[in-house]
C-alpha cells in the first residue's frame, strides 16, 4: 500500500510538523517568477520599467514570459537590485557556476579568448538588410598574375 505524505506528516510531532513545515515554506519562498520577486522586493513595474528605459506595459509582458534571453533577465535583476548567477546541476558532480554569460565578466585567463569570439562573431554576424558585412582586409586576396589582363 502507498504511503501519502500527508498521512506521514500527521504522524509527526507537533515541533517535527512545525519544522517540516517551515522548511517546506522556505523552500517554496525560494522559487519565485519575475513578477513574485519584484512584488517581494516592493517594487512597481513603473519604477522597473524606469530603471530599464522602457514602458510598464513591457515589464508587464516580461513577467508574462516563459522564455527570456538570459541578458534581459540579468537586465531585469540588476533592476531590482539583485545580480543574477546561473547554475548548472548534475547528478555525478558538484553544482557548477556558468560563468561569462549575458555580459558576465569572463575569469582573467578566459577574457582574451572572450574578446576574440566576440570579434570574430560580429564580423559574421549579417546586417539588418541581410547582407553579411564586409570582411577585413586580411580576407582579401591578391589576384594570381594568370588572370590579370596583359598590356
Known sequence: ????VNDKIRQLRPAQRRKVESRAAALMAEEMTLRELRKARRLTQV??????????????????????????????VEAMGGTLSLVAQFPDRDPVVLSALCGDPAPPGRQAESRQMIS????????????????????VHEIPPFFSKKP
Open 47 to 76: 519604477r522597473i520599467a524606469k530603471t530599464l528605459g522602457i514602458k510598464q506595459d513591457s515589464v508587464s509582458r516580461l513577467e508574462k514570459r516563459s522564455d527570456v534571453l538570459l541578458s534581459t533577465l540579468r537586465k531585469t
Open 1 to 4: 500500500m502507498p504511503i501519502n
Open 120 to 139: 570574430r562573431d560580429r564580423q559574421r554576424k549579417p546586417q539588418r538588410g541581410g547582407l553579411a558585412k564586409p570582411r577585413p582586409a586580411a580576407w
